[in-house]
């Protein structure tokens, strides 16, 4: 299968590796990965800050370059969930939709789209999973703890992670608490932004976990922070760097 890749500001700048495990991932599954370079950010800073024109033009430009029918892969919930439930209000309705059909995070279109669970991937380490608040309520990769209509079920990211070999997925208490990022509330509240953080780095590494993992690059590197100014707490990794283990390592 042919794929466009769909890379994030965050990771293009400031973790290319996961785009690279992305990428080695993909082919590992059998698809054939095209990177347009031009690609810039999809808009979602401008979006969240009020910046209609700034997102409306970006908005337009990553429509064009991804313009096509193949499928759009992308490591991160965020823009994914951005391009699916913004984008309507900045390019027109049909436009949108057409786009948003064919843009997925890179679990949920290995789970939905390669109906794969186990990639074939090896991680012997005690992992978190760290669910971010747009994958679980705007992508639904998971199962936020306020739905309470029917009995809890195993989200797409856990399902990923439970089939690689070696692995042992660490239960978090209140799980699905946001990590504090949020984006440009980190800036303009980073006293209360880096309180949740540690919160939650607190309850990562009551886990016992050695990892925490996630969907989206820039909550990882906010706890990331946190974890290097205090010293403790789990690594920070991506999903597709887990995921893009080989079998043997």
Known sequence: MDV?????????QLAPQVGLATVSLLERLGCKVRF????????????????????????RRHAHLFAGGDPI????????????????????????RALAARTFELGEFIA??????????RFPHRVALLESCHGLRELDLGW????TSRAPRTGITESLLRAVDGLTLCDVERRD????????????????SARIGV???????????????????SCLLHLDGLRRRSGAGPKPLHLAEILASPEGA
């Open 73 to 96: 892969v992308c490591p991160s919930a965020s823009c994914v969930a951005t391009v699916r439930h913004r984008y309507a209000d900045l390019i027109g309705e049909r436009d949108a």
């Open 36 to 59: 347009d370079p031009r690609q810039t950010c999809c808009g979602q800073p401008f979006v969240t800050t009020g910046a209609r024109g700034e997102a409306e033009r970006l908005a």
């Open 199 to 217: 919160a939650k780095l607190a309850a990562l590494a009551a886990s016992g976990a050695e990892f925490v993992t996630g969907t989206d690059v």
């Open 177 to 192: 608490e946001c990590c504090g990022f949020g984006g440009a509330f980190s800036v303009d509240h980073p006293e209360l």
């Open 4 to 12: 466009a890749l769909f890379i994030p500001c965050y990771v293009d």
């Open 144 to 147: 936020p703890s306020e739905r």
């Open 112 to 121: 939905r789209v390669l109906n794969r669970s186990d990639v074939g991937a």
